[in-house]
């Protein structure tokens, strides 16, 4: 069975700092990643995805995401946070397409921007 | 390509009551999903139709819970003599079959709130 952690429940952050989620995954076979962005009261947005290929992957907003396969993790980055990315960010991976696979989500981590 | 919608947005009902949401995904997308999100979780799977065709059902989807997508376009997502357990946003993704990865586009979602 597939399975996503993020062991950060809650994270804070400056303005400006740097920011790193972490995401652990357990899947049988090659994974499709996800790393979605959701604001209070609205649904999920694609901040990036994972496929093949490079193992460092460029998303929207300045977001960007790393597959280590030694460590099944799909950690997201950004350089500098800004007020705006406060929101709830989403791990998530997903079966062969074939499959039509359903997308496994983790519980999620709340990002707090610091002025 | 005007994204995934979802009517109501908001729902309160009374326990006991019938609910019915409805998503409509991007036109061109032959698979739609739903999805139940509690606070502090990440969405968990519900069920999944590619073009008129349920082709799998979660665990969490209970004899109430009744999903339709007669046309292989809209779909209807209805829950029967409804619990205080059902409060929760309901989220409906679509995504088109062949396409790398499988991405999903998600709605904004239904919250719902049983009292």
């Known amino acids: 069975a597939q399975s996503v952690t993020q062991p950060d429940i809650h994270i804070t952050v400056s303005e400006g700092a740097s920011l790193e989620l972490r995401c652990n995954y357990s899947?049988?076979?090659?994974?499709?990643l996800f790393w979605y962005v959701q604001s209070p009261g609205q649904g999920l947005q694609l901040l990036l995805k994972?496929?093949?290929?490079?193992?460092l992957v460029q998303g929207i907003k300045g977001f960007e995401a790393e597959f280590k396969r030694s460590q099944s993790s799909f950690n997201l980055r950004k350089p500098s946070v800004h007020w705006s990315d406060a929101a709830e960010y989403f791990c998530?991976?997903?079966?062969?397409?074939?499959?039509?696979?359903?997308?496994?989500f983790g519980d999620g981590t709340t990002l707090t921007v610091k002025p | 390509d005007t994204g995934v919608s979802q009517d109501p947005r908001h729902k309160i009902t009374k326990r006991g009551q019938n609910v019915t949401f409805r998503c409509d995904p991007i036109?061109?997308?032959?698979?739609l999903y739903w999805y139940r999100q509690t606070l502090g979780q990440g969405p968990e799977f519900l069920t999944y139709?590619?073009?008129?065709?349920?082709?799998?059902k979660s665990r969490l989807l209970s004899d109430r819970f009744s999903a339709e997508r007669p046309k292989g376009s809209f779909s209807t997502l209805e829950i029967q003599r409804t619990e205080q357990g059902d409060s929760a946003m309901y989220l409906c993704?679509?995504?088109?079959?062949?396409?790398?990865?499988?991405?999903?586009?998600f709605g904004p979602g239904t919250r719902l709130t049983v009292l």
């Open positions: 993704a679509s995504s088109l079959s062949g396409r790398a990865g499988n991405e999903q586009f």
């Open positions: 139709f590619q073009n008129e065709a349920q082709l799998e």
């Open positions: 994972y496929f093949s290929g490079d193992t």
């Open positions: 998530a991976v997903g079966g062969l397409n074939t499959n039509a696979g359903k997308s496994t």
């Open positions: 036109s061109e997308h032959n698979r």
């Open positions: 899947y049988g076979a090659t994974p499709y």
